[in-house]
């Protein structure tokens, strides 16, 4: 009987081609119009690029620490990653020097913002909102501000809120990773309110002029808050000490700040251009020495007393060299990594044919749909995201083979197992499908997961086989329920399948198919199809449906409204045994002994008991 769920293989096979030219229309659209490239782009252990030796020196005259160094890196890597580059390294070399290897050719703008320094500011806030733009709709029409224009009197004034400014905040969108990236070009004129972002990019800022320098910052550290009689609380805070200059002007900002409204009682320190943090004033800071709190934990607050050393300690980088260099691990290594995807994949192919015969062609022909699909993806984010192909990612999409191997293993010997069970074609390939697609899904998740805990933990090239195994653990799953399982249905339906060729891989003779009893004391040969008697009033039904379970649990052997006694039932399975013993290619219609012709319900199918 035809239900809502009747598969449609046709239409399946449709939508998979759909999404294919799409991805391809996307990619030669993209590189017609666009700066798309063909081919994925490569990191830099394959394709080579720019390496720039960075020496820091504090523009105070005091010695670098290690500690300096490496918020350096960090705030270098935040730059690098925001504009859009993957695949670069930044280490230190020696404890005094900076290495920059980006992969590629990089434009003039990338490499500026590894060389220039950043600074530590800090600015009153004057308006805060969320980072998003405010719809255009909404947004104040020019001439209409709510600030009347005159000359502000302090840092905290709204007068600084130009009807220019007001509009750069009301556009200013804090999600977008352009922003976010830090540099001169954010920082803006100390002595002028800006629009910036917080460095999480979860709130947007008006703040006003420059206030105290980060050179101004004596020092900083973070530990457990410890209260005024000297008892240690489970609160994680950040210290500051500001240097007598310091101290003299975080005075006057705390008096002024206090007696404000939030969040005009706030105070900005601004890194490279991103608001690190943005407290609230409680109390006048006479003695220069700050506590900042919060919803801290112990890395939290320990980052931002680093970035506050950082900012205490200006940096000036001094480029060493700047030189193209090679691939680390040179064209060679990606052609063996290449050979050896093309050496598993003839070997699957090569076993798959073996093992399956003429079905082994569907895990050949899928595994080529996954091969098309992976590569329209990863050129599609190289162009999109900046993504590079490194070689542990070449690693990630080798494996990916046996992934998808495996789930064509799972299917078809489920499928083959119903053959065993006596079952038609069309019914194995449902009812195996019903079984093996709960076992491709865990299979799939548990790799999935394993993807995602070694992408967010592992650092280097591990994250981008990480990646590439995640990816290709998504296709392997589009591939299987939008090609392989609709090319099962259809082939079911062919002559040289459906009817068991010896070459087909389906061939219930020599899968060791058995007769199977459908109830009633009815055995039919392995491959046949179970049909029901002729009832008055009724037509011959075909019993080529899985069974469901309403159908397992009536009792068997009820016929004709009564239930059939056990000496029936014994005889019936006698009968079903010796059938299926002997391999006879017939079915057996005849009712049991004692049987007065019980009435099969159409469209039912049972296993042997």
């Not at 973070?222 to 002007?249: H, K, P």
């Not at 890194?271 to 934990?297: C, H, M, Q, R, Y």
């Amino acid at each position: 009987m035809a239900t809502s769920n009747r598969p449609r293989p046709k239409r399946t096979l449709v939508s998979l081609g759909v999404v294919v030219i799409a991805l391809l229309g996307a990619l030669l659209a993209g590189n017609h119009w666009s700066d798309a490239s063909l081919t994925p782009s490569l990191a830099l252990d394959l394709e080579g690029g720019t390496q720039v030796i960075l020496t820091p020196t504090a523009d105070s005259g005091e010695k670098v620490t290690e500690e300096t160094i490496a918020q350096a890196i960090e705030i270098i890597r935040q730059r690098i990653d925001a504009s859009g580059v993957a695949e670069a390294e930044i280490t230190s070399q020696g404890g005094s020097n900076i290495v920059v290897a980006i992969p590629g050719e990089p434009d003039a703008e990338t490499l500026d913002l590894v060389r220039e320094s950043a600074q530590m500011l800090f600015r009153p806030v004057i308006v805060q909102a969320a980072p998003t733009p405010v719809p255009e709709e909404q947004r104040t029409p020019l001439g209409e501000t709510p600030v009347e224009q005159v000359e502000p009197a302090d840092a905290s004034d709204p007068a600084w809120l130009t009807p220019e400014l007001l509009a750069e905040f009301e556009a200013y969108d804090c999600t977008d990773p352009a922003n976010l990236r830090g540099g001169p070009d954010l920082v803006g004129s100390p002595d002028e309110a800006v629009v910036a972002c917080d460095a999480s990019g979860t709130a947007k800022f008006v703040l006003g002029p420059v206030e105290v320098r980060g050179d101004d910052v004596e020092s900083a550290s973070s530990g457990l808050r410890t209260t005024q009689t000297g008892a240690v609380t489970n609160e994680w805070v950040t210290n500051i000490e500001f240097n007598r200059e310091g101290t003299s002007q975080f005075r006057a900002v705390t008096e002024r700040l206090l007696g404000l409204e939030s969040p005009r009682n706030q105070f900005a320190m601004v890194l490279d251009g991103l608001v690190i943090s943005a407290p609230s004033v409680n109390s006048v800071i006479a003695d220069g020495k700050a506590e900042i709190s919060g919803n801290f934990t112990r890395e939290s607050a320990s980052t931002l007393a680093q970035q506050l050393n950082f900012g205490s300690l200006p940096l000036t980088f001094t480029v060493q060299s700047e030189q193209q260099i090679s691939a680390t691990l040179g064209s060679e290594q990606l052609q063996r990594g290449l050979l050896a995807g093309l050496i598993g994949l003839v070997l699957v192919g090569i076993y798959s044919i073996f093992q399956y015969r003429a079905l082994g062609l569907v895990t050949v022909a899928s595994l080529v749909i996954a091969g098309v699909v992976t590569y329209l993806l990863i050129a599609l984010l190289s162009w999109t995201q900046g993504y590079r192909l490194s070689l542990p990612g070449v690693a990630g999409i080798i494996v990916a083979i046996g992934v998808t191997a495996d789930s064509f293993i799972v299917y078809f010997e489920r499928v083959r197992d119903e053959l065993r069970d006596g079952r038609t074609l069309p019914a194995a390939v449902a009812e195996g499908w019903n079984r093996a697609r709960r076992t491709i899904l865990a299979s799939d998740a548990v790799n999935f997961l394993a993807a995602i805990v070694l992408y967010f933990l592992a650092v280097g090239g591990v994250r981008g086989f990480a990646f590439t195994l995640g990816l290709t653990t998504l296709v392997d799953l589009m591939v299987v329920f939008l090609f392989t399982h609709p090319v099962m249905v259809l082939l079911a339906r062919t002559k040289f399948f459906g009817e068991g060729h010896r070459a087909s891989g389906l061939d219930p003779e020599s899968l060791g198919a058995r007769s199977r009893y459908v109830g009633r004391g009815r055995v039919v040969a392995p491959g046949e199809r179970a049909t029901a008697s002729r009832r008055p009033g009724t037509s011959t039904a075909v019993d080529d449906v899985v069974a469901t379970p309403a159908d397992d649990r009536e009792p068997v052997g009820v016929a004709g409204g009564r239930r059939m006694t056990i000496a029936e039932r014994r005889a019936a399975e006698r009968r079903a045994a010796t059938a299926g013993a002997s391999g006879a290619g017939h079915s057996s219609t005849a009712p049991p002994d004692g049987d007065d012709g019980p009435q099969a319900d159409a469209g039912t199918e049972r296993k042997d008991a």
